[in-house]
């Protein structure tokens, strides 16, 4: 069985769970989510803990989704409670990167400014010019935008030019050297 799946899961106040026809809903302050469980997987709602439990053992691979599930219904309890954002540094010389309604505009060497419109559920923000903030209650949908804001501009390993994330540390190459 696995180790995590068996876990219970903690609802902190103000958020409820509901689970009907294979689908698990999370209600919280910050918003709603629900996602599709496979049907050898249940899920059993208490007072304010989740648990779930294997209702097919002869399934090969019931135990990689216990584990999988439990970490997935974890991470939705926690976005709708507290939210989750990702961090990105902008880094050159003139890059810089503003938010302009639901748009982040990009200048990263380009000709043109590169503009990202941000997914329904995700919030853009710029503390500095070179930093921005992807935040949203759904991990994944965080994951996936940061990743693609990353992907427009990568880092080059001589200078460290691009776009990174804040806790990524980049191994600059070596420059090429003065003859004798």
């Known amino acids: 069985m696995s180790r995590i799946g068996k876990k219970p899961i903690t609802l902190p106040a103000g958020v409820t769970v509901s689970f009907n026809d294979g689908e698990v809903t999370v209600k919280g302050p910050k918003g709603?989510?629900?996602?599709?469980?496979?049907?050898?997987?249940?899920?059993?709602?208490?007072?304010?803990?989740?648990?779930?439990?294997?209702?097919?053992?002869?399934?090969?691979?019931?135990?990689?989704?216990?584990?999988?599930?439990?970490?997935?219904?974890?991470?939705?309890?926690?976005?709708?409670?507290?939210?989750?954002?990702?961090?990105?540094?902008?880094?050159?010389?003139?890059?810089?990167?503003?938010v302009a309604g639901d748009k982040l505009v990009l200048n990263i060497g380009y000709s043109h400014p590169v503009e990202v419109v941000a997914p329904k559920g995700i919030t853009f923000a710029c503390p500095s010019q070179t930093e921005v903030v992807v935040s949203g209650i759904d991990k994944e949908l965080v994951g996936q935008t940061a990743a693609d804001i990353k992907a427009k501009r990568p880092v080059e390993p001589y200078h460290a030019y691009g776009v990174r994330y804040k806790e990524e540390t980049v191994t600059l190459k070596e420059g090429k050297k003065a003859g004798k």
Do not use: W
């Open 32 to 98: 709603t989510l629900s996602r599709y469980v496979d049907k050898t997987i249940g899920v059993n709602i208490e007072a304010n803990t989740v648990t779930l439990v294997i209702l097919d053992e002869n399934d090969k691979n019931v135990q990689a989704m216990h584990g999988l599930y439990r970490a997935l219904i974890a991470n939705m309890v926690k976005g709708v409670s507290e939210g989750f954002s990702r961090n990105l540094v902008v880094n050159g010389v003139g890059y810089k990167a503003a």
